[in-house]
């Protein structure tokens, strides 16, 4: 009981850890204005962890390098701290090229996690509270998925179903690679 309730725990913190850096890096990508509120407050919940690995690494034109490892870097201690309260021991040698794979793999499970819940939020905003504050934030950092869809459906006048296609696929994605992550990992 005991491992099951510091399991839940871990894992909340860690993957709510893991998103914030997942919206850093796409914060970064879209080139969303730095003194957003938003952005400000994602920049300061991971700043500690993605300076000091800035002096190591640096970032690209697109792609935020530091805050992307920070992120596997992130998954890769869930991993291992679920295989540790699990098991009762920390895993053997053999099992850490897994661990860095399936890293890799539960970044991308909180990336589509990230698409699923940011596009449902502002789905559901959309009919509720289209003036909401942080639409214009939801538009900008899903317009890049959402754009693409739109153009392959066809017009239905009032009614966008490119947010559904979204979810579902996201949601396919993600139980893809959760599945695919622990069954590597050997969980």
């Known amino acids: 009981m005991f491992s ?3 399991h839940f725990v871990i894992n909340i913190v860690f993957s709510l ?5 997942i919206i850093r890096a796409w914060i970064y990508a879209i ?12 920049l300061r919940i991971t700043d500690w962890l ?18 992307l490892l920070a992120c596997w870097l992130t998954a890769l201690v869930l991993l291992l701290l679920t295989w ?20 890799v793999l539960t970044m991308l499970k909180w990336t589509f996690n990230v698409i699923l819940w940011m596009t449902l939020i502002q789905a559901v905003l959309s009919w509720v509270n289209p003036l909401a504050p942080v639409m214009p934030v939801l538009h900008t950092l899903t317009a890049p998925l959402l754009d693409p869809i739109r153009r392959i459906l066809p017009n239905l006048g009032g009614l966008d179903l490119s947010p559904l296609v979204l979810l579902v696929i996201a949601q396919l994605a993600m139980m893809f690679l959760q599945h695919f992550s622990y069954s590597m990992f050997g969980m």
């Not at 080139?31 to 994602?42: G, M």
């Not at 800035?54 to 690209?60: A, C, E």
């Open 31 to 42: 080139r969303l204005h730095p003194f957003n509120p938003y952005s400000q407050a994602v």
């Open 84 to 103: 540790t309260i699990f098991s009762g021991q920390l895993p053997p040698l053999q099992a850490i090229l897994p661990a860095l794979l399936a890293a």
């Open 50 to 67: 993605v300076q000091p690995l800035r002096r190591l690494v640096g970032p690209g034109n697109r792609v935020d390098w530091p805050t």
């Open 17 to 21: 850890f893991g998103i914030a850096l």
């Open 4 to 6: 099951d309730a510091l």
